[in-house]
């Protein structure tokens, strides 16, 4: 049981990381473009993170599994923030990476 809650832990742990890392990536490139601030929302999608985690800590402490439906709410919160953050500051990159006419 306690192995299912470190699995857990670093598994947000690892998306929390990678959050921090696109936040810095896409204030420096935002502010190369002149895009505002969405990058703030990867701050946003950590502090919902969090929350999981410590939600996660509490239903795992308690034995209370009838509420893992908050945990899971959080994760998918905090995930979709993520991703729109990141549609605002990297979309542009479909185009770069789409193969033009088998060149």
């Known amino acids: ?16 990381v ?6 810095h990536l896409s204030a420096r490139m935002g502010a190369g473009l002149g895009v505002p601030g969405y990058y703030l929302l ?17 239903i795992y402490l308690k034995g209370n599994y009838g ?7 959080l994760l998918i919160i905090g995930n979709i923030i993520a991703i729109a953050a990141s549609y605002k500051y990297w979309w542009w990159l479909k185009n770069e990476l789409r193969v033009k006419g088998g060149k």
Do not use: E, Q, R
Request: no cysteine.
């Open 1 to 16: 049981m306690i192995l299912d809650f470190g699995l857990f832990f670093i598994g947000i742990f690892g998306l929390i």
């Open 18 to 23: 990678f959050y921090i890392i696109l936040a």
């Open 42 to 58: 990867y701050f946003i999608a950590i502090l919902v993170l969090i929350l999981a985690i410590l939600a996660g800590w509490s």
């Open 67 to 73: 509420h893992v439906y908050i945990l899971f709410s």
